[in-house]
């Protein structure tokens, strides 16, 4: 098992390690990218190590490889997967589930999961957490596993909804004095950031989706029904929904009930219902993006991984050792093929691992900006790859603020605007006309370039 292991990881850092050095892309363009900068520049800004938006474990823990670009905070999350795969191997050895290399694989092999791992997000830490979680609670290490899992809302604020399930765990095996350690993280946070908000009930009132409504909008009930398939491609989806039907099915059968009933099942069942409820109601901001669910990818390969021993170990296969082996290489091939496939729910190797058109653009309007002004002008603008582009802190005052239309009225004789058709648009409802007609103000640069039935628009003003 240990050799078993081992290969894998060294195959995952290999795929790692080529994916870093020939692809160029943040795994998305917005958030992505965003987080990136507030990993970046928070020594700079120490609030930023408590900004509930930014996520404060994910800024304390990132902040030492996102020094190094882009390209660090591909490398800190590359690792936690590496991390992650480790965990839930391990976790499943300890079930005394069959096949545990085969979950680790379901892991690296997850279309959405890889993309995601080479940006800034922090879906792929809250699934490390998940894992060392799991595998704490296992491995019988109640408390550990309880301040663990304490710290997971400050990786991500649904952190809470699994909080509550590992609480409900702890309830059933009766380890009631491991409950308090439950609010271990919040009682950290809450402290060391008193000195930075001045506010004792920050880690609550700085929460950024504590609404009850949302600018998003809302959704059907089976849009996340759908969009598993998206997440999780063919194969692996497939092996999900009969492990789902087994697991679910078998819970009614068992007396005694495991790990995997108390913790794996429900982690899974009452993430996915609460963003489904989130969005189908349009709370607490939800915008119902799919890759949400790669924060209980580590939950996801547990169960799909019953499904695959079902399939090849159960009475399905048979007791033909030779159909078994066929089946479990056919299932296994088809697996890592997948990713490789022109399916919708596969990767695009383009568009998904190199940078986005608006970053293209992003990145040439920023060459242009360079070159026809002088160091230490203040930028207006709203696309965070234009910071990036231009190494300026996104935080810095001094250096950048928002395109809003106090900023435009209060700009100073040397700042630059820099406006394009989708922040400028979607955060502050600013048109290019109203540029284009406001005095004192002239259009030096504008490029409109098509992508996929829409249009990248950026344009560059200076005082006249």
């Given at each position: 098992?240990?050799?078993?292991?081992?290969?894998?990881?060294?195959?995952?850092?290999?795929?790692?390690?080529?994916?870093?050095?020939?692809?160029?892309?943040?795994?998305?363009?917005?958030?992505?990218?965003?987080?990136?900068?507030?990993?970046?520049?928070?020594?700079?800004?120490?609030?930023?190590?408590?900004?509930?938006?930014?996520?404060?474990?994910?800024?304390?823990?990132?902040?030492?490889?996102?020094?190094?670009?882009?390209?660090?905070?591909?490398?800190?999350?590359?690792?936690?997967?590496?991390?992650?795969?480790?965990?839930?191997?391990?976790?499943?050895?300890?079930?005394?589930?069959?096949?545990?290399?085969?979950?680790?694989?379901?892991?690296?092999?997850?279309?959405?999961?890889?993309?995601?791992?080479?940006?800034?997000?922090?879906?792929?830490?809250?699934?490390?957490?998940?894992?060392?979680?799991?595998?704490?609670?296992?491995?019988?290490?109640?408390?550990?596993?309880?301040?663990?899992?304490?710290?997971l809302p400050f990786v991500r604020s649904e952190g809470l909804v699994l909080m509550g399930v590992f609480g409900f765990y702890f309830f059933c095996i009766k380890q009631w004095k491991v409950l308090p350690f439950l609010l271990f993280g919040s009682v950290v946070y809450t402290f060391a950031g008193y000195f930075v908000h001045?506010?004792?009930?920050?880690?609550?009132?700085?929460?950024?989706?504590?609404?009850?409504?949302?600018?998003?909008?809302?959704?059907?009930?089976?849009?996340?029904?759908?969009?598993?398939?998206?997440?999780?491609?063919?194969?692996?989806?497939?092996?999900?929904?009969?492990?789902?039907?087994?697991?679910?099915?078998?819970?009614?059968?068992?007396?005694?009930?495991?790990?995997?009933?108390?913790?794996?099942?429900?982690?899974?069942?009452?993430?996915?219902?609460?963003?489904?409820?989130?969005?189908?109601?349009?709370?607490?901001?939800?915008?119902?993006?799919?890759?949400?669910?790669?924060?209980?990818?580590?939950?996801?390969?547990?169960?799909?991984?019953?499904?695959?021993?079902?399939?090849?170990?159960?009475?399905?296969?048979?007791?033909?050792?030779?159909?078994?082996?066929?089946?479990?290489n056919f299932i296994i091939g088809a697996v890592a093929i997948f990713p490789f496939t022109a399916g919708p729910a596969a990767v695009n190797w383009k568009e998904d691992m190199m940078l986005a058109k608006d970053q293209q653009v992003a990145l040439a309007t920023a060459k242009i900006v360079k070159a026809r002004v002088a160091?230490?002008?203040?930028?207006?603008?709203?696309?965070?790859?234009?910071?990036?582009?231009?190494?300026?802190?996104?935080?810095?005052?001094?250096?950048?603020?928002?395109?809003?239309?106090?900023?435009?009225?209060?700009?100073?004789?040397?700042?630059?605007?820099?406006?394009?058709?989708?922040?400028?648009?979607?955060?502050?409802?600013?048109?290019?006309?109203?540029?284009?007609?406001?005095?004192?103000?002239?259009?030096?640069?504008?490029?409109?370039?098509?992508?996929?039935?829409?249009?990248?628009?950026?344009?560059?003003?200076?005082?006249?």
């Open positions: 098992m240990k050799k078993s292991l081992s290969l894998i990881l060294i195959f995952y850092t290999v795929i790692a390690t080529v994916t870093i050095t020939i692809f160029n892309g943040t795994g998305d363009a917005g958030d992505s990218v965003l987080h990136f900068l507030f990993a970046k520049y928070a020594p700079a800004h120490q609030a930023l190590f408590f900004d509930m938006w930014g996520k404060p474990v994910f800024v304390l823990l990132a902040f030492p490889f996102a020094h190094f670009g882009f390209t660090g905070i591909k490398i800190f999350n590359a690792l936690t997967v590496l991390l992650t795969i480790a965990l839930t191997f391990k976790t499943g050895e300890a079930l005394h589930i069959k096949n545990p290399s085969v979950g680790a694989l379901l892991i690296i092999f997850t279309p959405l999961y890889y993309i995601l791992t080479f940006s800034g997000l922090t879906e792929p830490l809250f699934a490390l957490f998940v894992a060392a979680g799991l595998f704490l609670a296992v491995k019988h290490k109640y408390q550990a596993a309880a301040i663990l899992i304490s710290f001045h506010d004792i009930l920050w880690v609550i009132t700085r929460i950024p989706y504590a609404s009850l409504s949302s600018p998003y909008g809302s959704g059907g009930l089976l849009h996340f029904a759908r969009q598993l398939f998206y997440v999780l491609g063919f194969p692996v989806y497939l092996l999900f929904i009969v492990g789902f039907l087994r697991l679910i099915i078998g819970a009614f059968r068992k007396k005694k009930r495991t790990e995997v009933d108390l913790l794996v099942l429900p982690g899974f069942i009452f993430f996915f219902v609460a963003h489904t409820l989130f969005w189908y109601f349009g709370i607490f901001n939800s915008m119902g993006l799919k890759r949400v669910l790669i924060g209980v990818m580590p939950l996801v390969a547990i169960i799909a991984l019953f499904g695959f021993n079902l399939l090849t170990e159960g009475g399905f296969a048979g007791r033909n050792s030779i159909f078994r082996t066929i089946l479990r160091p230490g002008c203040r930028l207006v603008c709203g696309h965070p790859y234009i910071c990036e582009a231009m190494d300026v802190d996104w935080f810095d005052k001094k250096r950048r603020v928002d395109l809003t239309r106090v900023n435009l009225a209060g700009r100073k004789p040397a700042d630059i605007i820099i406006w394009e058709n989708w922040f400028a648009l979607t955060g502050w409802a600013i048109r290019k006309p109203e540029l284009d007609s406001a005095a004192g103000l002239k259009c030096i640069f504008d490029t409109i370039d098509p992508d996929h039935g829409h249009e990248i628009h950026f344009s560059v003003y200076f005082e006249k």
